[in-house]
């Protein structure tokens, strides 16, 4: 579910139910107010009154009495209630799997646009496929489930998700280093998973003395007289101590045995919550996927420690749904009758008591995950020792649902919690699962916040140049925060981003970076007859533990005349950069922002950077030349910075360069190039390498050329330079006649006879 606040007309519901289920781009406020009175002449007529109300749009999933998905249900088989008030449906769309329904995007008026109705400063780019969070929860695995839980997620990245999926991976600890953003590359998220470890988050072992279950610490705290008289009569017995002794010190451990409890548990919810609140901007429906021992609710439930409807609250803002999967499975026993636990010798009534408290424990664990995954319209999976089952039934859940707007008959704007309820009167049969809620605005709330932000204008006025520059610093830090943590690409200011590795005799091994910035995005001011901007970049390369290993920053100073302006809004901005690393897996982080400006821009790219060393056969990245350049070996050897300096003969290509984007035309052609380093030579100081072109598409191969020789020259010491250091080039010319438009995946492998070795190279592209 989506939540928008808009400046709405009498008609808009009517407007919206004309368009079905299309795409729907809202007008502002002051063009249908421009209409309006072009129609009606009467400035005070009701139909064009304004008033505050909000979009609330969920999704909501349907299932029949053997729970499987039901299909064919309309928008008149809906009833909508909201705090048990029957609301009128304003939109109605029916999504799958391969194809999301129609989600109605919009923004709240801004002040300096005096607009409404566009999209979000930084929203990304609409995908088709199913958007996946796999949420570790490694606050709560054991080591042990961990483990299982690791093996399952690889075979579901290479089994069971679709092609179109994008997905990504998180840790409640934050301990994964560096999370993964949405991605369809699944060699990079099983790298993820890979190295996901235990965190130990215990204060105290299971054999210290009383041994307390968080559970019966949580139970001592509320003074359950059997939970306490068991951890007393375990210290009287082993300690030889006096009955007020052994309640204290069974009472401080409970105590300190909660407080950890509650960091812990805080920590996962907050970070779910901050996770799901991030991706609001990202259209469509998200998934999340949350993989726990389960933890303990106790005094979240009613809000002391934290409020578990906030979660609730975001989901339903951001159109998130939650599936829980307790990745214990099935649960035949309490945990203290595990023979790899201390066993204990109560007996009788004592005896019960422990069973009945660490059976309890079992189902008190599930009730969080329950309750996040029932309020937001997703399922729990408990009791299934196969969790790729589990994670299936995610899967086939997600194969269709619906998507239900409305905008509330009284805007209650008094930031409580509104209660929704969707039901099937025709067919009482069916289930249907939605979120179960959402605040509502706070008016009051809104006003404060905009009298301290006055106050705070006031005082900025007060500041010394200092100061203000020092307050203008931490926000551009800000900035760039939220563009290397976001989880998506932020599009206020679209960037595109490729990382390649070449190997040159003067630098080495170095990481390759190009960025192709839409300078349409850019505010320009005018002085003096010039268009003037400034634009800043900022990278940051991390290993694969997550480690900061290298950062840039380079700003560009724009001040244009018009026909520059003109050539630099068609054709971008395109920024380098190389960056010498040792071998290893990264990724590059990249943002682009503007001061004074909301929107930003961001991307990410990962690239293996191979050793040399080992005198094994290696591929450079393929690297893709402007089309139109008849380009030479020696040319190519000469130009191995990762980009070709050579202007195309169409200069319109440069408006999105093949380096990048690699987008080329039907029935045209495009070229590329790789080099070979590391071949070995025979006794007459010759090299004998071939590479075979392979084009795939939808996982079928639709193209595949004969073996071709690397070009070389004649003599061995010109041999031995190009296949040492600089390496071997190849370039070649592809036709796509006859390819229909789609994205295709380009295989080079080159094959080293003398050597009897070979390597291969993949790398996608579109044919529009």
Sequence with gaps: MKIFRLRKHHTLAALLLGFGCSLLWLPSAQSQDKQDKAKTQKPQDSDTLRIDTELVQIDVVVTDKQGKLVNDLKREDFQLNEDGKPQQLSHFSVGTAGRQATWLRTAPKTEASGKSGSPAPNAPVFTAGRYLVLAVDDLHLAPGNLMQAKQSLVKFLDQQTGANDQLALITTSGGLGLYQQFTQDRDVLKRAVNRLSPRDRKATSDMDMPRITPYQAELIEMNDPDALELAVQELMRELQIQRPMAVSMAQSRARAIVLQNTSVTVTTLSTLENMIRGLRDLPGRKVI???????????????????????????????????????????????????????????????????????????????????????????????????????????????????????????????????????????????????????????????????????????????????????????????????????????????????????????????????????????????????????????????????????????????????????????????????????????????????????????????????????????????????????????????????????????????????????????????????????????????????????????????????????????????????????????????????????????LVVVDRNAKASAKRIVTFTVE
Excluded: C
């Design 289 to 747: 996927v949350l993989l726990s021992d389960g933890f303990l609710l106790g005094g979240f439930s009613n809000g002391r420690h934290f409020d578990v409807r906030r979660i609730t609250d975001a989901a339903t803002r951001a159109g998130v749904v939650i599936y829980s999967l307790d990745t214990r499975g099935l649960i035949a026993m309490p945990a203290s009758m595990d023979a790899s636990q201390r066993s204990f010798p109560e007996m009788g009534a004592l005896g019960g008591a422990r069973t009945r408290i660490e059976t309890s424990s079992i189902e008190a664990e599930r009730d969080g995950m329950f309750a996040l995954a029932k309020d937001t319209g997703g399922d729990a999976i408990f009791n299934n020792n196969d969790i790729n089952a589990g994670l299936q039934k995610v899967l086939n859940d997600t194969e269709t649902y619906y998507l239900l707007a409305f905008e509330p008959l009284v805007s209650y704007r008094d930031g409580r919690f509104r209660k929704i309820e969707v039901r099937i009167p025709s067919r009482p049969e069916l289930k249907v699962r939605t979120r179960k809620g959402y605040f509502a605005p706070d008016d009051k709330a809104a006003e404060k916040e905009a009298r301290a932000i006055a106050k705070a204008e006031e005082k900025d006025k007060q500041k010394s140049p200092e100061k203000l520059a020092k307050d203008q610093q931490e926000a551009a830090a800000a900035q760039i925060r939220e563009g290397i943590s976001a989880l998506y690409p932020l599009r206020g200011i679209p960037v595109e981003l490729a990382t390649n590795f070449i190997n040159t005799a003067k630098n080495g091994s170095s990481l390759d970076m190009i960025a192709h910035i839409d300078a349409a995005a850019v505010q320009f001011t005018l002085a003096n007859d010039r268009h003037q901007a400034t634009v800043e970049m900022v990278g940051l390369v991390f290993d694969e533990s997550g480690k900061t290993v290298e950062t840039f920053s380079d700003k560009v100073a724009m001040n244009l005349k018009p026909a520059s302006l003109e050539n630099t809004l068609k054709n971008g901005i395109l920024y380098t950069k190389q960056v010498k690393v040792k071998p290893g897996y990264y990724q590059v982080r990249f943002v682009v922002r503007q001061d004074g400006v909301r929107q930003i821009g961001s991307a990410s790219s990962w690239i293996e950077i191979p050793n040399l060393e080992k005198k094994q056969l290696t591929l450079s990245s393929i690297f893709f030349p402007p089309p139109g350049e008849d380009l030479n070996p020696v040319a190519a050897s000469q130009a191995q910075n990762g980009t070709v300096a050579a202007k195309a003969k169409d200069d319109s290509v440069a408006r999105h360069p093949a380096l990048v984007y690699r987008r080329f035309k039907r029935n045209g052609t495009f070229d590329f190039m790789l080099f070979a380093y590391n071949a070995r030579l025979n006794e007459k100081g010759a090299a004998d390498i071939a590479v075979q072109t392979q084009i795939y598409f939808g996982g079928k191969l639709v193209l595949a050329t004969p073996l071709k020789n690397f070009l070389q020259s004649g003599d061995s010491a010109s041999n031995q330079a190009l296949l040492g250091s600089e390496g071997l080039p190849y370039l070649a010319r592809v036709s796509l006649t006859d390819f229909a438009p789609g994205n295709y995946e380009l295989r």
